[in-house]
């Protein structure tokens, strides 16, 4: 029976224009499928609900090949003098960018149940009389069935650089309840093909995460679910983006030493240290600083970690053992777990140290001294 059933609904799927099925009341109340175009209509339309079609109103979801299909439920006033209706639903046609009939039903109760597959929709309800003329006629009231996932954020083809400490929001809508709902990021359109693809779980009725952490070029996300009944959906299909790499941050403006300053033995001995400082850069959270020496080629004489103070103190006066030194900052933006995320721009500024040679070195004569 069921097997039969499921190529019955194949069936009406493949000469249904707009894949819509209809359940409930079928009786004909007589010559009435369309209003006369002789016939004037002079009472009161019919009232349509205001919000005939919204999540709350799915009352199944169909599986046919692969494509997904929603029963919803269209309901309408009772008119006065009313003993039927016939319910016309048309679905846009993207080609044609206008509505094209694809239901045209009779009923005597005030609402149907379809089962139709995502697209745009509107429907119209006629009344008619115990004489089976026309009796009032309905507005068009639109309505959109949706795909269960819709992916939102990032868009197909969009450029981005993720920031580690203010990452990018990843978003979509559900029509359905899901259970199980998993983002996926891949390399490949078909996340199954690729065997490093990143999965994330999230809690039910989560729309939402931050980007996670990934390398540069083209990724493919996705949102499975699923339902209450166990049917995994997906959505339409997957959207690409492009990560490129942050640009290099500024590179910090020098305060002291200044450019080719000479620092003497008197400031060394007053002092017992020399102060590196330098201004913060946006969006950097620490700095690396490091010192060079020159002699017969340049020397690397310290370099720190990655800290977020803008100055360095340098108290080992020991390792001065040159003449001309030369000093640099990086900025970096650091992750939380201590990952450099982001380099930045460097430049070095050059200074001296004067090690000054006393005039002379005099001993004293201590003079003849008797012992006994």
């Not at 799927?13 to 369309?34: I, K, R």
């Not at 978003?171 to 359109?189: K, M």
């Amino acid at each position: 029976m069921e097997i039969k059933k499921a190529y019955f609904l194949f069936f009406l799927l493949f000469f249904l224009e707009g894949s819509v099925f209809v359940h409930g009341d079928t009786e004909d109340p007589g010559n009435n499928s369309a209003t006369p175009a002789s016939e004037t209509i002079t009472d009161e339309n019919v009232s349509v609900a205001d919000s005939p079609v919204n999540a709350d109103t799915y009352t199944g979801i169909l599986e046919i090949n692969g494509d997904l299909f929603f029963t919803r439920q269209l309901s309408w006033d009772t008119a006065a003098y009313a003993v039927s209706y016939t319910l016309v639903l048309e679905r846009k046609n993207e080609n044609l960018s206008k509505f094209v009939e694809v239901l045209r039903k009779n009923t005597e109760q005030t609402n149907m149940e379809i089962t139709v597959s995502p697209g745009e929709y509107r429907f119209q309800v006629i009344s008619y009389n115990i004489l089976g003329r026309v009796d009032a006629q309905s507005e068009w009231n639109s309505f959109v069935v949706h795909n269960p996932i819709t992916l939102m954020q990032p868009v197909s083809g969009a450029a981005l650089s993720n920031n580690p400490l203010s990452p990018l929001s990843v978003i979509w809508a559900t029509e359905l309840p899901l259970q199980n709902t998993r983002i996926i990021f891949s390399r490949e359109p078909d996340p199954a093909k690729d065997p490093r693809a990143i999965v994330q779980h999230v809690a039910q009725g989560q729309t939402s995460i931050k980007l996670p952490p990934l390398g540069e070029g083209i990724w493919n996300w996705t949102v499975f679910g699923e339902t209450s009944n166990g049917l995994t959906v997906s959505a339409a299909a997957p959207f690409w983006f492009t990560l490129i790499s942050m640009p290099l941050l500024s590179s910090p403006q020098y305060i002291r030493p200044g450019s080719n300053d000479v620092i003497t033995l008197n400031q060394l001995m007053t002092n017992r240290k020399i102060t590196f400082e330098w201004e913060q850069v946006p969006e950097a959270n620490a700095y690396i600083f490091s010192l060079f020496g020159y002699s017969d080629k340049q020397e690397l004489l310290v370099s720190s970690s990655p800290s977020p103070e803008n100055f360095f103190e340098l108290t080992d006066l020991s390792i001065l053992n040159m003449d001309n030194y030369s000093w640099q900052v990086e900025a970096v933006l650091v992750s939380r777990n201590g990952t450099i995320e982001r380099r930045g721009v460097i430049q070095q500024q050059s200074f001296v140290v004067n090690i000054q040679r006393s005039d002379t070195l005099r001993t004293r004569n201590p003079g003849t001294t008797y012992g006994y």
